[in-house]
């Protein structure tokens, strides 16, 4: 062993040399794999930056919410090629500063784009932890404080819908949670197709309204059931499902000798901001026999306001629920639950691989703590460790002035709209989604008709 390696190797006093150094391809196995000096005085002086660029600079109304630029003018200015060697530290420190300035700033105060903004300071500083740990909740033993913040969180999400019991899983956003929904009906209702394969299942057909989420065709198409599959059902003006129109494709799918299996009914649609009507959906579900999922990633927060939970009303009713904390409650991405009304381990024997390496079941605890199971992922991230921290920070009472001060902003918004020449409000909102048209000068004088419309969508 040369000096300059024997000289790192004891160069860091919290990494004593218990017996001599172990070289074996010119690698000292038993010493530290990194500067640990260099690599404190890195991650250091990123935070530093990360305080002042992503989070004030990124907050501030002053500053833009985006330094636009090409694809093909960011490719060279970002430098995007790897190579055989690495940078200096002052030069990576740049690379982190380019990839702040060029991003979009979401927590901006004028980013409107999506369905979440804002900055959330606890989830952050939770995003923060957890990428420290780098945890991962597939075995209690491995992650034992993510594994108990989750099951608080999902009881007191599960209290909040109305179930007396349930399960759940945080994961990797809403449409792996629709697509879990997808995949628990179809298990539910010919449990054979685990094992056997799509030769177990008859034509199973999946019903939801013309403004769902498109990631319930993902689920149908990813889960062998096809889109064609997935009947759509005509919404109202409000952009809300139509009872009776579900109740007619029903039975056409009837008809047809197919096998109708679950109903997708949204609460809060991703343009008009709707909620389907569970309660009448609900009896559609129970009189045909069929799965209930609400997909209420986006309308899911209106549950912690008692002034506007009456929107999903019903949603106790129903097997499985979406909701993305991440959106409107303002956890920082990702942060969504999957949550299923269900007392049999319907998650478990669904998804369950008895991975023996992993899930023994005569460990010196309570192996009920392994989730890692019940999830089609293995590594998964500590998610619900952003909404436990925030929801510990601002209790339940802080969680819905959020709620009820977005959809009060909701309505002034279209109060303003309705007093702005140019602009014409489409609707009064249900929720915090407004929506209307901006009519530009030259056509304001045109009568309302095809000819308008036309020109309007042209523009």
Same mark, same amino acid.
């Not at 639950?337 to 899930?359: E, G, V």
């Not at 007093?419 to 915090?432: D, H, I, Q, S, T």
């Given at each position: 062993?040369?000096?300059?390696?024997?000289?790192?190797?004891?160069?860091?006093?919290?990494?004593?040399?218990?017996?001599?150094?172990?070289?074996?391809?010119?690698?000292?196995?038993?010493?530290?794999?990194?500067?640990?000096?260099?690599?404190?005085?890195?991650?250091?002086?990123?935070?530093?930056?990360?305080?002042?660029?992503?989070?004030?600079?990124?907050?501030?109304?002053?500053?833009?919410?985006?330094?636009?630029?090409?694809?093909?003018?960011?490719?060279?200015?970002?430098?995007?090629?790897?190579?055989?060697?690495?940078?200096?530290?002052?030069?990576?420190?740049?690379?982190?500063?380019?990839?702040?300035?060029?991003?979009?700033?979401?927590?901006?105060?004028?980013?409107?784009?999506?369905?979440?903004?804002?900055?959330?300071?606890?989830?952050?500083?939770?995003?923060?932890?957890?990428?420290?740990?780098?945890?991962?909740?597939? %075995?209690?033993?491995?992650?034992?404080?993510? %594994?108990? &913040?989750?099951?608080?969180?999902?009881?007191?999400?599960?209290?909040?819908?109305?179930?007396?019991?349930?399960?759940?899983?945080?994961?990797?956003?809403?449409?792996?949670?629709?697509?879990?929904?997808?995949?628990?009906?179809?298990?539910?209702?010919?449990?054979?197709?685990?094992?056997?394969?799509?030769?177990?299942?008859?034509?199973?057909?999946?019903?939801?309204?013309?403004?769902?989420?498109?990631?319930?065709?993902?689920?149908?198409?990813?889960?062998?059931?096809?889109?064609?599959?997935?009947?759509?059902?005509?919404?109202?003006?409000?952009?809300?499902?139509?009872?009776?129109?579900?109740?007619?494709?029903?039975?056409?799918?009837?008809?047809?000798?197919?096998?109708?299996?679950?109903?997708?009914?949204?609460?809060?649609?991703?343009?008009?901001?709707?909620?389907?009507?569970?309660?009448?959906?609900?009896?559609?579900?129970?009189?045909?026999?069929?799965?209930?999922?609400?997909?209420?990633?986006?309308?899911?927060?209106?549950?912690?306001?008692?002034?506007?939970?009456?929107?999903?009303?019903?949603?106790?009713?129903?097997?499985?629920?979406?909701?993305?904390?991440?959106?409107?409650?303002?956890?920082?991405?990702?942060?969504?639950?999957?949550?299923?009304?269900?007392? %049999?381990?319907?998650?478990?024997?669904?998804?369950?691989?008895?991975?023996?390496?992993?899930?023994?079941?005569?460990?010196?605890?309570?192996?009920?703590?392994?989730?890692?199971?019940?999830?089609?992922?293995?590594?998964?991230?500590?998610?619900?460790?952003?909404?436990?921290?925030?929801?510990?920070?601002?209790?339940?009472?802080?969680?819905?002035?959020?709620?009820?001060?977005?959809?009060?902003?909701?309505?002034?918004?279209?109060?303003?709209?309705?007093?702005?020449?140019?602009?014409?409000?489409? &609707?009064?909102?249900?929720?915090?989604?407004?929506?209307?048209?901006?009519?530009?000068?030259?056509?304001?004088?045109?009568?309302?008709?095809?000819?308008?419309?036309?020109?309007?969508?042209?523009?």
């Amino acid at each position: 062993v040369n000096s300059s390696v024997s000289q790192s190797h004891v160069a860091d006093p919290r990494h004593p040399v218990k017996c001599s150094p172990v070289v074996i391809d010119n690698f000292v196995l038993n010493g530290p794999t990194v500067d640990v000096h260099a690599a404190e005085s890195f991650i250091h002086q990123a935070m530093e930056m990360i305080m002042d660029e992503a989070v004030k600079r990124a907050t501030n109304v002053r500053e833009k919410v985006c330094e636009w630029r090409s694809p093909e003018q960011l490719k060279d200015l970002l430098d995007l090629e790897l190579r055989d060697g690495g940078e200096s530290e002052s030069k990576i420190l740049q690379r982190c500063r380019d990839a702040i300035r060029y991003s979009v700033k979401t927590t901006h105060p004028r980013f409107f784009n999506q369905l979440y903004a804002g900055m959330e300071p606890y989830s952050m500083v939770a995003s923060f932890i957890t990428e420290a740990l780098k945890p991962s909740l597939y %075995t209690y033993e491995v992650a034992p404080v993510f %594994t108990l &913040m989750e099951d608080a969180v999902l009881r007191k999400m599960i209290e909040m819908i109305g179930w007396e019991e349930g399960d759940g899983l945080f994961n990797a956003g809403g449409s792996m949670s629709n697509m879990y929904a997808v995949n628990l009906a179809r298990y539910s209702h010919c449990p054979d197709i685990k094992e056997v394969g799509l030769s177990a299942a008859p034509r199973l057909v999946i019903f939801s309204s013309q403004e769902c989420h498109y990631s319930i065709s993902k689920a149908a198409a990813l889960l062998g059931i096809g889109t064609k599959n997935v009947y759509v059902v005509p919404s109202d003006k409000r952009g809300k499902m139509i009872p009776s129109a579900l109740e007619e494709q029903i039975k056409t799918a009837k008809s047809e000798g197919a096998v109708p299996l679950m109903v997708n009914a949204t609460a809060g649609t991703t343009v008009l901001g709707a909620f389907d009507p569970i309660e009448e959906i609900a009896d559609i579900c129970e009189k045909y026999n069929l799965w209930l999922h609400v997909d209420a990633c986006w309308g899911g927060a209106a549950l912690m306001s008692k002034k506007h939970k009456h929107l999903l009303k019903g949603i106790h009713r129903a097997n499985s629920v979406a909701w993305n904390p991440h959106k409107m409650l303002m956890a920082c991405l990702q942060c969504s639950a999957f949550l299923i009304r269900d007392k %049999t381990s319907l998650l478990q024997r669904c998804h369950s691989a008895q991975a023996s390496y992993l899930f023994q079941q005569d460990k010196f605890y309570d192996v009920s703590y392994d989730t890692g199971d019940k999830s089609v992922q293995c590594s998964r991230k500590p998610d619900a460790f952003k909404f436990w921290l925030m929801w510990k920070a601002l209790g339940t009472g802080e969680l819905e002035q959020r709620v009820d001060r977005a959809l009060a902003m909701a309505r002034y918004l279209a109060q303003e709209i309705k007093k702005r020449e140019g602009f014409c409000l489409l &609707m009064e909102p249900e929720y915090a989604n407004v929506c209307f048209w901006y009519i530009p000068p030259s056509l304001r004088k045109l009568p309302d008709g095809p000819e308008l419309w036309k020109k309007l969508h042209t523009v």
